[in-house]
Each structure stands twice: as C-alpha cells, then as structure tokens.
C-alpha cells in the first residue's frame, strides 16, 4: 500500500488465501477430497487430478496475487489472467461492501452489473480505496459509499 500525496497513484496487492488461514485450509481439503472422490469412482488416478486441476483453476484467484493500481487516469488490475486497465469515464458509480469495492459501468442497479463491473479488493486499506475512488466517480451517483 502507498500514497504519498492526494494526487499520486493508490497502489496495493491482494492475496486472499493469506487473509483467513481457516478458510484457506477448509478449501484445499474440499479440493484434494474431491480428487480423491473422483479418483475413487473412476478408479483412475487420471480424473482424481484432472478435477484437482480444475477445481484449482476456477479458484485461481483465490490463490494468487492481484496488484491494483488506481491514478488519475485509470484503474488497473493486473493478476495470474492478465492484466485490465479501464479508464474512470467508464464507470457510472461504485459500492463499497466490507470486502471490496465494485465499479460499475451502469448508472443505476443492474443485473448485468456482476459481468460489467470491475471488482476492486481492499487488502486492509479499505478507508484510502473508497476516498481515492469517491474523488474520482461522481458522488451523486455512488452507492453504499
């Protein structure tokens, strides 16, 4: 996390698997408990990985890093998937909950929202995201800031 002025970029990482050690334990033993699940109905050592592997792969965020980086001109997100730099004319308002911050392209509650939004986690910096995004994002139309 840094910011050394109002104006200078908000950079930070996340890790989620680091945050909650419990959770990150319950979900390797449901991964490797599926594994052996399929490995014991197939009886082939073939699909006991293969599902550890994609069990592994749809949580690959969970799993590694995301690094966030918002300036005057843009967000972006870059993780094991590549990397998302989205101007701020491009969203319409933003709602913070305890765990991130998602940043709408919509004016008003969508349906689509969770497939248009960009989803911004805080890593312990919760007050510094929502300031630097509510200066950015018209606070007439932010949500649950």
Same mark, same amino acid.
Do not use: C
């Given at each position: 996390?840094?910011?050394? &002025?109002?104006?200078?970029? *908000?950079?930070?990482?996340?890790?989620?698997?680091?945050?909650?050690?419990?959770?990150? %334990?319950? %979900?390797?033993?449901?991964?490797?408990?599926?594994?052996?699940?399929?490995? $014991?109905?197939?009886?082939?050592?073939?699909? /006991?990985?293969? &599902?550890? $592997?994609? *069990?592994?792969?749809?949580?690959?965020?969970?799993?590694?890093?995301?690094?966030?980086? $918002?300036?005057?001109?843009?967000?972006?997100?870059?993780?094991?998937?590549?990397?998302?730099?989205?101007?701020?004319? #491009?969203?319409?308002?933003?709602?913070?909950?305890?765990? /991130? %911050?998602? *940043?709408?392209?919509?004016?008003?509650?969508?349906?689509?929202?969770?497939?248009?939004?960009?989803? $911004?986690?805080? /890593?312990? #910096?919760?007050?510094?995201?929502?300031?630097?995004? &509510?200066?950015?994002? #018209?606070?007439?139309?932010? /949500?649950?800031?």
């Amino acid at each position: 996390m840094s910011q050394n &002025s109002e104006d200078a970029p *908000l950079e930070w990482s996340v890790r989620p698997y680091k945050e909650s050690i419990p959770r990150t %334990v319950i %979900v390797i033993a449901v991964i490797l408990a599926v594994g052996i699940l399929a490995y $014991l109905m197939f009886k082939a050592v073939f699909w /006991g990985v293969f &599902s550890v $592997l994609i *069990l592994f792969a749809s949580l690959h965020a969970f799993f590694t890093r995301t690094a966030y980086r $918002l300036d005057d001109e843009s967000v972006t997100v870059k993780s094991s998937t590549g990397t998302q730099i989205k101007k701020w004319s #491009n969203f319409k308002r933003f709602y913070a909950d305890k765990k /991130g %911050v998602t *940043l709408s392209t919509f004016a008003k509650p969508s349906r689509l929202d969770p497939f248009r939004s960009t989803r $911004l986690l805080y /890593g312990g #910096n919760r007050d510094e995201v929502v300031a630097y995004i &509510s200066k950015r994002i #018209n606070r007439d139309s932010a /949500g649950g800031a």
